[in-house]
């Protein structure tokens, strides 16, 4: 960031360096840069305003109440403070947010954190808590303290818009930010990251309560036993005979094809609803196949053995709980997933207990929201494939071939397991890496937009489909991704940088017209 005259100097502050100085410390202990120049440098690090301590005046009485211990622990400290809010200096601001929060939320004050030089902070700290010891007032830093005697509170800060102009601010961001997307990296270890949620032996979840009247009552648990499974209960309800009579009747048929594209059985006696939801999964590589009433489920539950079913509770023939029941109690039909559906009027009698009893994995009501319906069928789908073949074995031998110079080999095989399961998000995002790696760009912004459709809050997807669309000239899709990924982005300086980032692209796209 030009703070160090030359090359030489930061070869020196690097050989210097240990594991408790940060580098930034390292060169303002050997006097290579002053404190301010290094705050600077820290803020557009950061993505943070910094105080330069050296130069503050501060009141020793904001840390009544306070442990010394825990200030020095946390290494943070009150610097100023003014209508409500207090301004709290930390070396490790992103660390300590939570306890500052909570610590001065019981002044009533708001607080604003922001960084510090690891080493000032220290100073400073031992300094103050010192300094209330002896009933001082004030304690001013050293430059402060150069202007004469401290009669009031000064704050000395830097904010990263401050430290430079526009121009050059966009462009180390840009650098930043494209450092980032383009280096090397694990794939096998930094899918882990994702937001994919690991389903549960018994998911649900459940549409609010609605407040038409009798909306409240639950549904009657009637045919069934106390708990899921195959086995009724010894005390299992009238009808549990019909339903054990529907299971033995689906026990004959093919098993669950794993080699093949994922199936869904969708089974609703409204036809909307039928093709809506054929629209939607189909061009996800799923197969589907409809019924219109739970006779004409059972009937293709027999012929073909699907991943997951989805199926209207109040069904022409045998109900969707029924329906539900039987292929729980099945042995052919073990691991099928199956999500219950009901219009809102009804969703509020569709309580968890009634879910648990009859074995449904998940509920949605309609209206339906298609994206939280396809999160929860990727799931099943996930959990249904899992006991039937082992997907991570065959992941890992495609990534094997990878660091042994076999790229070719390693696309391949994972484009086989896409093929296999168009809803593997961590095998398109490892092959959207490598494609990437090799320059096939238009190829890895197909795998990436899978990607990001099937996991849309999977913040290296989306920062890294930003960038290749900006690699093509799509400015407008890089911003618009980039603005999409910022909510999910965890590292408080990447996220300063893609805002100035795409700040920098709208106003350059903007000048263009």
């Given at each position: 960031?030009?703070?160090?005259?030359?090359?030489?100097?930061l070869a020196d502050a690097l050989a210097r360096q240990s594991e408790r100085l940060p580098i930034g410390s390292i060169c303002y202990v050997l006097g290579h840069a002053g404190e301010r120049e290094l705050a600077e440098a820290l803020s557009i690090q950061s993505g943070r305003p910094?105080?330069?301590?050296?130069?503050?005046?501060?009141?020793?009485?904001?840390?009544?109440?306070?442990?010394?211990?825990?200030?020095r622990r946390m290494q943070m400290l009150p610097v100023f403070a003014e209508a409500g809010t207090v301004i709290v200096a930390a070396s490790r601001p992103d660390e300590v947010a939570?306890?500052?929060?909570?610590?001065?939320?019981?002044?009533?004050?708001?607080?604003?954190?922001?960084v510090a030089l690891s080493v000032t902070v220290a100073r400073t700290v031992r300094a103050v808590i010192a300094a209330r010891g002896r009933d001082e007032l004030r304690w001013a830093g050293p430059v402060a303290a150069s202007d004469g005697p401290a009669r009031h509170p000064r704050l000395a800060m830097v904010s990263p818009d401050d430290t430079l102009d526009d121009a050059l601010l966009g462009e180390r961001a840009q650098q930043a930010v494209i450092e980032d997307v383009t280096k090397e990296i694990q794939v096998k270890n930094l899918f882990h990251e994702t937001s994919e949620v690991e389903v549960n032996s018994r998911e649900t979840f459940l549409a609010p309560r609605a407040a038409t009247a009798g909306a409240d009552t639950p549904w009657p648990v009637t045919g069934v036993g106390s708990s899921p499974g195959r086995e009724p209960a010894p005390d299992g309800g009238p009808g549990d005979d019909e339903v054990?009579?529907?299971?033995?009747?689906?026990?004959?048929?093919?098993?669950?094809d794993a080699t093949g594209p994922p199936r869904l059985l969708i089974v609703d006696d409204d036809f909307a609803t039928r093709h809506l939801l054929v629209k939607e999964i189909e061009p996800r590589g799923y197969q589907v196949d409809?019924?219109?009433?739970?006779?004409?489920?059972?009937?293709?539950?027999?012929?073909?053995?699907?991943?997951?079913?989805?199926?209207?509770?109040?069904?022409?023939?045998?109900?969707?709980?029924?329906?539900?029941?039987?292929?729980?109690?099945?042995?052919?039909?073990?691991g099928v997933g199956v999500i219950l559906m009901s219009a809102v009027i009804d969703s509020g009698r569709v309580t968890a207990e009634v879910l648990e009893k009859y074995g449904a994995d998940g509920y949605a009501a309609k209206p339906l929201?298609?994206?939280?319906?396809?999160?929860?069928?990727?799931?099943?789908?996930?959990?249904?494939?899992a006991r039937t073949r082992n997907d991570d074995d065959a992941f890992d031998a495609a990534i094997a071939r990878y660091p042994a110079g076999d790229v070719d080999g390693a696309i391949?095989?994972?484009?086989?397991g896409v093929a296999l399961d168009p809803a593997a998000s961590k095998v398109r995002f490892a092959l959207a890496n490598l494609l990437q790696k090799e320059a096939r760009i238009e190829e890895a912004i197909d795998e990436y937009e899978s990607v990001v459709e099937l996991e849309p809050r999977y913040f290296p997807a989306l920062t890294r489909l930003a960038y290749l669309y900006y690699k093509k000239g799509?400015?407008?899709?890089?911003?618009?991704?980039w603005r999409r990924a910022l909510p999910h982005c965890e590292d408080p300086a990447l996220r300063r940088n893609i805002e100035l980032f795409v700040r920098k692209l709208a106003q350059d796209s903007l000048a263009a017209r």
């Open positions: 960031m030009g703070v160090l005259p030359d090359e030489a100097t910094a105080i330069v301590l050296d130069e503050c005046v501060i009141d020793t009485s904001l840390i009544d109440g306070i442990a010394p211990d825990l200030l939570g306890h500052a929060n909570a610590l001065f939320a019981r002044r009533g004050w708001s607080v604003t954190l922001c054990g009579e529907l299971a033995r009747g689906l026990e004959r048929g093919p098993e669950v409809t019924a219109a009433s739970g006779t004409d489920a059972l009937d293709a539950l027999r012929q073909a053995a699907p991943d997951v079913v989805i199926a209207d509770i109040l069904l022409p023939g045998v109900d969707g709980f029924r329906l539900c029941r039987a292929i729980k109690r099945t042995r052919r039909l073990e929201d298609t994206t939280r319906l396809l999160r929860i069928v990727r799931e099943l789908v996930g959990r249904r494939r391949e095989m994972l484009r086989d799509h400015t407008l899709r890089a911003v618009e991704t």
